[in-house]
């Protein structure tokens, strides 16, 4: 049960990676089709990027309110509902638009995960974690290329990933009782460990 809810955490890491680098490889097929210049990816990104702030700010709150395990995947939910919007988005303020989502999914998966390898995994469990995240920033931009040198489609590549990550998301939500037990298994330790 250990192992295989830190499995789910690594690979909920790579799915947080996966998006990341999608927008830099899109961007230069996406711009001319929407009519905007090459500077408004930055408009696209700083709305993902507040976003993220403002749900990591946010996420104490949530997570105890919710679980660790309801928080992160609600979050891999909406990440991949951005995704989808994104390859559907055909002007660029649909674009702002669900940026939004994608942002304020991000930035809770990250806390909240963090958060938790941090209270219930030894501490080199972290350094882990952030190379998950970095295999899965570098596969996001190679799915990318390969659907635009392919299917000539940068729409494509943000339904891939959105593929992935709901398939993530239909995993994360049936492991929630791993969880569950994890953090009572936690609780347990610590108080057998105090009445010593």
Partial sequence: MYS???ALIYLAFISLGLPDALLG?????????????VSSAGIISMIIAGCTIVSSLNANRVIRKFGTGIVTATSVLMTAVALFGFSISKTFWMLCL????????????DSALNNFVALHYASR???????????????GPYIMSYCLSVKNSWESGYTTVGIFQIV????????????????????RVKRRNQSI
């Fill in 125 to 139: 469990h972290m350094s882990w974690l952030h190379c998950f995240w970095g295999i899965g920033a570098s596969v």
């Fill in 25 to 37: 490889a899109a961007w230069p097929t996406m711009y001319p089709m929407l009519g905007v210049s």
């Fill in 4 to 6: 295989l809810l830190l």
């Fill in 168 to 187: 993530l998301t239909v995993i994360l939500f049936f492991s929630l009782p791993l969880w569950n037990k994890q953090v009572k298994m936690k609780k």
């Fill in 98 to 109: 669900w940026a939004i989502p994608y942002g304020l999914g991000a930035g809770a998966v």
